[in-house]
Nanobody, 127 residues
Framework: QVQLVESGGGLVQAGGSLRLSCAAS????????MGWFRQAPGKEREFVATISRSGGRTTYQDSVKGRFTISRDNAKNTVSLQMDSLKPEDTAVYYCAAVLVRGSDYAPPRPYQYDYWGQGTQVTVSS
């Protein structure tokens, strides 16, 4: 069982930056692939970025490549999302998610593939 708590959301002007953090409970955090997903009003939850158990593999949605960076610290049980050059279309509730992965250093990209979710943190980018 993993419990996830996000922090770091807020209101920022276009072009600004925010850093989201997700703190995970549990003793085997390094066994979980982690992901950041977001959901805007009236839209489905979508993949933003994922990171493998070791941190050696990361994937990004095309619209955030070069602007967002996902990272993890397995010693501190945290995963972060650094968001730079923010745009109004990045406005959404951002969720941290975790899934237990055995035997590979892989992080799945689909929301339904994740078993544990945080409560979400609001990110609003004004134009």
């Amino acid at each position: 069982q993993v419990q996830l708590v996000e922090s770091g959301g807020g209101l920022v002007q276009a072009g600004g930056s925010l850093r989201l953090s997700c703190a995970a409970s549990g003793r085997i955090f390094s066994s979980y692939a982690m992901g950041w997903f977001r959901q805007a009003p009236g839209k489905e939850r979508e993949f933003v970025a994922t990171i493998s158990r070791s941190g050696g593999r990361t994937t990004y949605q095309d619209s955030v490549k070069g602007r967002f960076t996902i990272s993890r610290d397995n010693a501190k049980n945290t995963v972060s999302l650094q968001m730079d050059s923010l745009k109004p279309e990045d406005t959404a509730v951002y969720y941290c998610a975790a899934v237990l992965v055995r035997g590979s250093d892989y992080a799945p990209p689909r929301p339904y593939q994740y078993d544990y979710w945080g409560q979400g943190t609001q990110v609003t980018v004004s134009s």
